[in-house]
């Protein structure tokens, strides 16, 4: 997890999921390691993390930013969305 500031000078942590952090992020995030199966090949299956956020529970899958407000609570945000925010070149 890294720590970023977004342009209203909040700052909040944040990592991007990939296959590799899943455990991590569980931990971290205190969420739920399920499995994805692709819809349309269910031979393809991937893990995935049920998120509770400010929004209800969401999925984590691999590519998404999850984001640690301030206060606590956690979001999901996409890569774009995320560098546009943060300002991140990651």
Wanted: charged share 25%; glycine share 6%; net charge negative.
């Amino acid at each position: 997890m890294d720590f970023y500031t977004d342009f209203e000078g909040k700052r909040v942590q944040a990592m991007l999921l990939t296959p590799e952090l899943i455990t991590v992020a569980s931990v971290w995030a205190s969420a739920i390691v399920v499995e994805e199966i692709d819809a349309l090949d269910d031979s393809k299956r991937y893990p995935a993390l049920n998120l509770r956020t400010r929004n209800g529970v969401r999925r984590a899958a691999p590519g998404v930013y999850i984001v640690k407000h301030s206060d606590g609570d956690f979001d999901l945000m996409t890569p774009g969305a995320f560098k546009h925010r943060y300002n991140s070149e990651n």
